[in-house]
């Protein structure tokens, strides 16, 4: 008798205290680069310390879809939520019933955790938010659409400069295909590459801009080679331009192997020079063919004069 009245006692006293309380955190965030999700559940005021005496609920808005007997030590989980499990189940004993979630798994929402020791029990709410994560930033997907479309425009203007020196319409065929070419890989690349949220589409993109681009190299040098009477220019041109190559193709397999782009600047350093060697074969186009143009239509006024006499 003198124990149950010390029990009811005891009740009484205990009373005032029954809730569990919980270290309170508001909400977390998730990004589509986690691989898993940890909802943060930690009891502050355990008494007991005895996993057997335990239980543990979570919901999300209100329904349940996972729960933790500690007495049998068995979880069991609704079929969406079929990755959920207590993210240290050594440690729930002292109060940690924080749950483990596949990313797919873990939607956005309010989840709430639900601990029972023996007869005290709490509840603690915990926001789960979502935020979105490009692959580059919008400034470098920028700067990587715009050293490539400076080089296929260079590309163009020279092609036009130049074109009416061609002795044979094979190699102008050529270099118009070459050049449609690039530029339907640049313009679907730039498509791909550029979405507010990384997707493995970003990775074929940078690779449908940067890979083609070899294409510029043989194009520019039979530009350059047309009007170029010295060809170590054509040729110092080139290797600029194949260097250029060469670092925006390392930079991409950095971008695709390193999981985050850190590595961007070298993709953009070498487009860059690639924009800048195109920029170099333009200006000595222009420059060769406007002197050549003031020769060129001397001689029409020659012609007759010859012919006359
Ligand atoms: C979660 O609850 C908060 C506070 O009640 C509310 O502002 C928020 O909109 C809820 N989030 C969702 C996804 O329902």
């Known amino acids: 008798m003198r124990a149950l009245g010390a029990w009811v006692l005891l009740g009484a006293v205990c009373a005032g205290s029954a809730q569990l309380q919980f270290s309170v955190t508001k909400s977390v965030v998730k990004t589509s ?9 930690i009891v502050t005021n355990l008494a007991l310390n005895n996993t057997g005496v335990m239980f543990v609920k979570w919901k999300l808005e ?72 490009s692959w580059f930033t919008p ?7 715009l050293f490539m479309v400076l080089a296929i425009l260079f590309y163009w203007i020279q092609f036009a400069v130049t074109v009416s020196k061609f002795e044979t319409t094979l190699l102008k065929i050529s270099l ?28 074929i993109g940078l690779g449908l801009i940067v890979l083609p681009a070899v294409i510029l190299v ?5 530009l350059l080679q047309t009007v170029c009477e010295n060809l170590s220019f054509a040729i110092g ?15 991409f397999g950095l971008c695709v192997t390193a999981g985050h782009p850190k590595t961007s600047a ?43 006499w």
């Open 33 to 41: 680069q986690n691989d898993k999700v940890i909802l943060p559940c």
């Open 62 to 133: 209100k329904k349940e879809f996972f729960s933790f007997e500690g007495r049998t030590g068995k979880s069991t989980t609704n079929k969406n939520f079929s990755s959920a499990e207590l993210n240290s189940p050594e440690d729930l004993k002292f109060g940690n019933a924080s749950l483990r979630l596949s990313n797919t798994q873990a939607v956005p929402g309010n989840y709430s955790c639900e601990v029972t020791e023996s007869n005290r029990e709490g509840e603690t709410v915990i926001e789960l938010l979502y935020r979105r994560v």
């Open 139 to 145: 400034v470098e997907n920028g700067l990587i659409i």
């Open 176 to 203: 118009i295909i070459a050049g449609v070419v690039i530029t339907v890989f640049a313009v679907v690349g730039f498509s791909l590459l550029i979405s507010d949220e990384f997707k493995p589409q970003n990775q």
């Open 218 to 222: 043989p194009s520019q040098y039979f």
């Open 237 to 251: 041109v080139i290797v600029l331009e194949s260097l250029g190559y060469l670092i925006a193709v390392i930079g």
């Open 266 to 308: 070298v993709v953009i350093a070498g487009l860059a020079i690639m924009a800048l060697t195109a920029l170099v074969g333009l200006i000595h186009a222009i420059l060769t063919g406007s002197s050549k143009k003031n020769q060129s239509s001397r001689k029409p006024v020659e012609e007759p004069l010859n012919g006359r």
